[in-house]
């Protein structure tokens, strides 16, 4: 009988354990959409409230900081966007990476933009508050005639 009880008893503990991760995987991906969501409605109190203080976005036209997000933002169009292939890493109790591609209709001071993006976030807990401190996006640029994975 003892035996029973310790086997029910870890089972429920796993299965409180699976329950959190996936908690903290969807809670990271509503961050994550929120993010693009406040950024495309050009909502600029909502959009600067995610970043930490120590913030760097890192593009292939240099590494910024928070204030250049903002400042991006309104300067750039998404017409539309979606997020797909999320993977959520839980590196420690107060820290997750966030990797995803997004597919974005956009322009920037009136060039095309659009296509498929690789992207990243790093979040960290601030009290009881999600922060970013890293992210990244990079465009996918398939060479003519090249073959996808899985192809």
Not at 9 to 25: D, G, I, P, Q, R
Not at 48 to 56: D, L, M, P, V, W
Not at 89 to 113: I, R
Request: proline content about 1%; glycine content about 6%.
């Amino acid at each position: 009988m003892q035996k029973l009880i310790t086997y029910i008893t870890v089972a429920l503990c796993a299965t409180a354990a699976l329950a959190v991760a996936a908690s903290e995987k969807e809670d990271a991906i509503a961050r994550e959409k929120a993010a693009w969501q406040a950024f495309k409605d050009k909502k600029a109190d909502e959009f600067r409230k995610i970043f930490a203080t120590s913030y760097r976005g890192i593009y292939s036209d240099g590494i910024g900081k928070a204030e250049d997000e903002t400042k991006s933002m309104q300067e750039m169009t998404v017409k539309s966007f979606s997020l797909s292939d999320f993977d959520v890493v839980s590196v420690n109790p107060s820290t997750v990476l966030v990797t995803y591609k997004v597919n974005m209709q956009s322009t920037e001071a009136g060039k095309e933009e659009s296509g498929t993006y690789n992207s990243a976030s790093v979040w960290q807990k601030e009290g009881n508050d999600w922060r970013v401190i890293v992210h990244t996006n990079v465009k996918e640029e398939k060479p003519e005639g090249a073959k996808t994975s899985g192809s």
